[in-house]
Nanobody
Framework: QVQLVESGGGLVQPGGSLTLSCTAS????????MAWYHQAPGKERELVAD???????NYADHVKGRFTISRDNAKNTVYLQMSSLKPEDTAVYYC???????????????????WGQGTLVTVSS
């Protein structure tokens, strides 16, 4: 069974910084794309940033220049460095990964989506 476990959320003042981590564990063959989403109270979950297995990145417009997504493939971990945080960044942040669970799945390019449990980021003075 594959699990994604996030860490690093918490309370931070406006203008501050925070780094989230998400590590995949369990039995799987390889990890493809990884991403961070957030969901603010009363709103739908939306993409914050994603990164391919080769390191190509994509960001939502409202975080460009403030957030950086990165990954360490050897550690099966994706990071989200957040700086110049604003109150409107307050949300539950979820890690997402598309995983090849077996070698056969990898050879057939069959990816399965997995989600972490979420970590709360609160930006407030």
């Amino acid at each position: 069974q594959v699990q994604l476990v996030e860490s690093g959320g918490g309370l931070v003042q406006p203008g501050g910084s925070l780094t989230l981590s998400c590590t995949a564990s369990g039995r799987f063959f390889d990890i493809n794309d990884m991403a961070w989403y957030h969901q603010a109270p009363g709103k739908e979950r939306e993409l914050v940033a994603d990164i391919t297995s080769y390191g190509a990145t994509n960001y939502a417009d409202h975080v460009k220049g403030r957030f950086t997504i990165s990954r360490d493939n050897a550690k099966n971990t994706v990071y989200l460095q957040m700086s110049s945080l604003k109150p409107e960044d307050t949300a539950v942040y979820y890690c997402n990964a598309y995983i090849y669970t077996t070698q056969e799945a990898w050879e057939s390019d069959v990816r399965s989506p997995y989600w972490g449990q979420g970590t709360l980021v609160t930006v407030s003075s």
